[in-house]
Every structure is written in structure tokens, then in C-alpha cells.
């Protein structure tokens, strides 16, 4: 499932890829992948217009159009992107397609449906009526922000990650392997660290999304001492040797060493 450093990677895809072409046609081939707005509307406002800039806030994509208004790509469970020219036929999946000046397209692609588009003015507006909580990469961000968002819930360290009204953008896998670089355990309560383990807590959590942007997203590319490639059935902790905990927290199948993190 796409969380922040994929969908970074998918903004810094459509900024090498698709801004500042005229986009000539707007193909929706399924109606209910848009959140507030018919079809009718969607290409009435974004044909004949450009993409122009990009932003992101957790797991949101804003793709900025010439003019005005934002476009709003939610990822879901399954969703990616994909520039293509003319000559290719579209990938399976397609549910939305770009077509530019160019004879290029981007192509909204999700095998489940689950992912949105919706069309906004702000985007900061959009994270205020979500209730979003900061985006973990987000330099204004701070130590005392953090502590604050955490030490504000009754949940396990693992649902607090997890929980976008408290920090948007990071799903199961990354939890996970956040929880691993702090040598924490996933079902300790939010509001018991101690102060040095939050310090360590937001500094492995930036860590961790840098890493993985760095990194393309792409769990066969990140360091060998992370947890992320051990993710598996039958899988060891890559500092200690021990076997993996597997275990249902909060609906998600979750990974931790017994030992590392106690
Ligand atoms: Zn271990």
C-alpha cells in the first residue's frame, strides 16, 4: 500500500514527467474513483489546462493546475502512476488518463479500487477538514510537535504511527520498520515514553522516510540492516538473528524482533 515515500516518489514522477504541457483530454473510466465532483465537471476544469507544481501532505498528492484549482490523488491500497507515449497501448488498470499536447499520457492506474482523485482549491484547507495530522517530513515539524501528537493518544506506539489524524503519511510497513530503528516495541502505549525515546522515535522516523525516498521506495533497494526486506513468513531480525514476531495490532499484520525491540 502506498505511504509517504511512494507517494513522494509517484510527486517527483510527475514533476520530471508531466507539468507545464497542455493536458488536450481527461478520460475517467471509472465515475465513482472521483470524490466531490461528476466527470462532466472534472474535465470541464482540468482539460485545456496544465499541470503546474506539485505538493504533498502524508499520503496526498497535489498536482497544482495552471489557472487555478488542485488536483488530489489518493493512492489506495494499489494505486501508481505511469507516462506513457502514444504508441503504447494504456496499462491494465487505467482508471484515469491524461492525455497531453505531446502525445503522452499519464495514467492513473489501480488494479483494487479504492484510491480517489478529487478536484480543491487549497490544499491546506483539505488537510484542516480531514483533520490530518503533520506531515512527518514537513521541516516545521518539530521534536515538541511530535511529542505532543503521541503523548495525545491511548494507543499503542504502532496504531499512533499508523493514525493519520496524528501523523500523516505512514502506513504498516513503515511503522514497522520505524519501530525497528528506534529498538521499540510496537504495542508499548504511545503516552508512556520516556522523553529520550520519543528524541529517538522522530529521529528514526525521518530517517526511515529519507532512506526510503532515497531509496525510490523500493524495499529490495534499502539497507540490508533494515527490517523491511525481513518482512516475511519465517523471517530473522537482521541485528540479532532472532525470529520475527508476526502478529495482528490494530487490523494489520505487523513484524518486530522479541529481542531488539522488548
Ligand atoms: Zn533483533
Known amino acids: 500500500m502506498p505511504e509517504l515515500p511512494d507517494v513522494e516518489v509517484y510527486r517527483h514522477y510527475v ?16 465515475a465513482d474513483i472521483l470524490e466531490n465532483i461528476s466527470r462532466r465537471e472534472f474535465r470541464k476544469h482540468v482539460e485545456m489546462r496544465k499541470f503546474e507544481s506539485t505538493d504533498r501532505h502524508g499520503k496526498y498528492l497535489f498536482v497544482r493546475l495552471s489557472e487555478d484549482g488542485c488536483v488530489v490523488f489518493h493512492f489506495g491500497m494499489t494505486g501508481l502512476l505511469e507516462y506513457f507515449k502514444d504508441s503504447h497501448s494504456k496499462p491494465k488498470y487505467s482508471r484515469v488518463l491524461f492525455t497531453f499536447d505531446n502525445s503522452y499520457h499519464l495514467a492513473f492506474v489501480m488494479p483494487r479500487k479504492l484510491g480517489k482523485l478529487a478536484l480543491i482549491e487549497d490544499p491546506s484547507l483539505f488537510v484542516k477538514d480531514r483533520g ?7 521541516r516545521n515539524f518539530t521534536l515538541e510537535e511530535f511529542k505532543h501528537a503521541l503523548t495525545g493518544t491511548k494507543s499503542t506506539l504502532k ?21 525497528f530503528q528506534a529498538r521499540l516495541n510496537p504495542r508499548t502505549k504511545a503516552g508512556q515514553l520516556s522523553e529520550q525515546s520519543i528524541k529517538e522515535l522522530y529521529h528514526a522516523m525521518k530517517k526511515v522516510l529519507k532512506k526510503s525516498i532515497e531509496n525510490q521506495a523500493d524495499p529490495n533497494q534499502m539497507p540490508r540492516n533494515y527490517l523491511i526486506a525481513h518482512r516475511k ?13 508476526v502478529e495482528k495490532i490494530s487490523g494489520r499484520t505487523s513484524y518486530h524482533c522479541p529481542e531488539c525491540q522488548r
Do not use: R, W
Request: charged share 20%; aromatic share 4%; with cysteine.
Open 15 to 30: 514533476n520530471s514527467t508531466s507539468l507545464h504541457q497542455t493536458i488536450e483530454k481527461v478520460e475517467i473510466f471509472s
Open 132 to 138: 490530518l495530522g503533520a506531515d512527518p517530513l514537513d
Open 159 to 179: 496504531s499512533a504511527l499508523m493514525n493519520q489524524k496524528c501523523i500523516a503519511g505512514i502506513g504498516n510497513i513503515y511503522s514497522d520498520e520505524i519501530l
Open 233 to 245: 513468513k519465517g523471517g530473522a531480525c537482521p541485528a540479532c538473528g532472532e525470529d520475527l514476531i
